[in-house]
Nanobody
């Protein structure tokens, strides 16, 4: 059974930092890209960042570029999202996901396994 478990969310003041983790279990995700999305109340799910199996240059949404970084540890089957200089508009539920392919990674339709989400709240 495939399982993705996010952790690291919470309440933080504007300008603060959080590090999200997403641990995959149940099967290995060799050669699979992984990504992070977020969804704020009343809004559609939004792409945040993605990273290929091999690492390399990650894909980062313009809205978080320069503040968020994505990384992965393939031995641990874990992907991370380091979030710095957080803003109130970053408040959302953050989801990690495993992609079915290595292109069009900013589309949620590219992903076939999803975690349950972790809440990030940034106070002003």
């Amino acid at each position: 059974q495939v399982q993705l478990v996010e952790s690291g969310g919470g309440l933080v003041q504007a300008g603060g930092s959080l590090r999200l983790s997403c641990a995959a279990s149940g099967r290995t995700f060799t050669r699979r890209a992984m990504g992070w999305f977020r969804q704020a109340p009343g809004k559609e799910r939004e792409f945040v960042a993605a990273i290929m199996w091999s690492g390399g240059t990650p894909y980062i949404a313009d809205s978080v570029k320069g503040r968020f970084t994505i990384s992965r540890d393939n031995v641990k089957n874990t992907v991370y999202l380091q979030m710095n200089s957080l803003k109130p508009e970053d408040t959302a539920v953050y989801y990690c996901a495993v992609a079915s392919g290595n292109y069009n990674l900013s589309s949620s339709r590219r992903y076939d396994y999803w975690g349950q989400g972790t809440q990030v709240t940034v106070s002003s």
